[in-house]
């Protein structure tokens, strides 16, 4: 949908208004460097006041790292992390987190995304 500038713009529009309107608009991406590919589209980034990181490929750490100005330390959060590890960003503030889920809880069986562990509720 991102790759149609036609639609591109219309998210990016759309983006800005929620947040005008008090709304807290929520995307998500697999591969910044696609999301990042359409002039529109990057303003969703620059209107994003929270953002979560977690295990980045090295091309869209890259990407990442220059444009939230990461530091050495804290790209290392996103470079082969663990599942449960990564960056909370916030306005100014980087804050790497830990935070893995135990295999063993009703609450991971929810949150995997690892199709091999899918289990009906």
């Known amino acids: 949908m991102l790759k149609e500038e036609q639609t591109a713009a219309y998210s990016a529009e759309i983006w800005k208004r929620f947040r005008k309107w008090g709304g ?3 995307g998500a991406t697999q591969n910044v460097k696609d999301l990042l590919s359409s002039p529109e589209i990057e ?7 929270f953002i979560t990181l977690l295990n980045q490929a ?3 750490r890259k990407i990442l790292s ?3 100005n990461l530091s ?3 790209q290392k959060y996103i470079d082969n992390s663990e599942p449960g590890e990564g960056l ?3 306005e100014n503030v980087v804050l790497p987190f830990s935070n893995p889920i135990p295999k063993n809880t009703q609450l991971y069986k929810i949150m ?3 199709l091999s562990e899918v289990v009906e509720l």
């Open 88 to 90: 909370l960003i916030f």
């Open 66 to 68: 220059e444009r939230l």
């Open 112 to 114: 995997t995304t690892r």
């Open 24 to 26: 807290v608009p929520t």
């Open 43 to 49: 303003n969703i980034l620059e209107n994003s006041d």
């Open 72 to 74: 050495a330390d804290q």
């Open 58 to 60: 090295s091309g869209d």
